[in-house]
């Protein structure tokens, strides 16, 4: 077979699938095709992590599961992505550019070239790629022999929470005559924690949990436990919804988890994104409650400030957007929650300010830019008002 014209074909490819795709020599980028107008590549900010991983065929998940499919042949690897099969949310795509720098006034422009790559699931992703690594490597792989390189899973089993974690999910044969259930107690108290978006007495819990011995859902142990991935998502949405959380939310974490999970080919890979899914949802419920008893309203409140953290927030738009009068949701939410709606606004713009600072190494100027303020002394001034300190101040108290 004669040599293969790479950028050919994977010019072919982008075109066939809406997804962009690269082209790797030993580490350095000599290829780019996409037909969506990307003003920055929204790999970007993982490249390095992507091209670490060996194999000829892998995955790589982010956080807000967008999947890149990479196929290795020697010192040349070939990357396709980001795809979604759900379309991603403005706020999503916002937090995207932001991880990838993309300047300010192309933010837009970049998100309506997100918008235009063609939904897809992962699974079709790969099977491209398996024959793309046909033809580079000659090998006939199939899904199952897919590896997944995904930094969430591997932070997890780096904890020892999570390397003890196994023990609560796992669903490990009852002794013969054995048929007792101890599902029930379980699920009410993870489901309970979810509820109330206390993450971190979900982790200590989880640490130390009994083991969950489950009924029989399938004839082998693989697909045993992807049948309980399933209905620990379904019951962690619903869980993660009576705690406030966006219905529309709930469901596309519910389903990108379920997608990921059917991918996966070991037991302890699915433990993994288990404790990683519940206590994802646990921490979106803890972000809109911070620890209150909030009434309908403040959740209504907290869901639309996230779906627009990287914006202005008008509270025109806001009473617009929940079918009421500026002046009766500005009185409702004040007698609800004893604060106004500006101080709350405000409250959780600081609180995610907070993270980003903490947990990024994003300057305070593109932060402040990030969560719609109009300047950084703004910014500044705001966040001293409800952390007590300067932004620099709370990134050094906290640095890593």
């Known amino acids: ?146 590896a997944i390189l995904d930094s969430a899973q591997r932070r997890l089993s780096e904890l020892s929470e999570t390397r003890q974690a196994e023990a609560a999910f796992a669903d490990r044969e009852a002794s013969a005559g054995q048929a007792l259930h101890n599902t029930f107690d379980v699920e009410q108290t993870m489901m309970s924690m979810i509820r109330r978006g206390d993450a971190q007495a979900l982790a200590e819990w989880i640490a130390g949990a009994p083991a969950v011995r489950g009924g029989v859902l399938a004839p082998d142990q693989l697909r045993q436990r992807k049948n309980l991935f399933i ?86 738009n806001m009473a617009r957007a929940l079918y009421m009068s500026r002046s009766h949701l500005s009185r409702r939410f004040r007698a609800e929650s004893g604060e106004t709606i500006t101080d709350f606004i405000l409250k959780e713009k600081t609180e995610e300010a907070k993270r980003l600072l903490r947990y990024t190494d994003k300057s305070l100027a593109a932060i402040g830019l990030y969560l719609g303020f109009s300047s950084q002394s703004h910014f500044a001034r705001v966040f001293r008002k409800y952390a007590a300190m300067t932004p620099g101040e709370y990134r050094h108290k906290h640095a890593r």
């Open 231 to 316: 209905v620990t998502a379904t019951l962690a949405s619903r869980a993660a919804i009576r705690g406030g959380l966006d219905v529309d939310d709930a469901f596309t974490l519910s389903d990108a988890c379920i997608q990921q999970c059917e991918l996966l080919s070991t037991p302890e890979q699915i433990t993994n994104l288990q404790c990683h899914m519940v206590l994802t949802f646990a921490r979106r419920v803890e972000r809109l409650r911070r620890g209150r008893q909030p009434s309908q309203l403040t959740l209504d409140v907290a869901n639309y400030i996230q779906h627009h953290m990287s914006e202005p927030i008008s509270v025109e």
């Open 1 to 146: 077979m004669k040599q293969l014209d790479l950028a050919y074909l994977c010019t072919v490819i982008g075109n066939l699938s809406g997804i962009p795709i690269r082209i790797y020599e030993q580490g350095r980028q000599t290829f780019f095709h996409s037909i969506a107008r990307l003003p920055v590549d929204p790999m970007a900010p993982d490249q390095e992590e992507i091209l670490r991983g060996d194999g000829h065929l892998r995955y790589f998940s982010t956080e807000h599961f967008f999947y890149y499919g990479i196929v290795r042949a020697g010192d040349t690897q070939i990357v396709a992505g980001p795809a979604r099969q759900i379309p991603a949310s403005e706020q999503e795509l916002r937090e995207m550019a932001f991880r990838a720098d993309v300047p300010m006034d192309d933010t837009e422009d970049f998100m309506a070239g997100m918008r235009a790559i063609v939904p897809m699931p992962l699974e079709s992703v790969m099977q491209m790629l398996c024959a793309l690594n046909y033809m580079l490597n000659g090998e006939k792989k199939t899904l199952g022999d897919i």
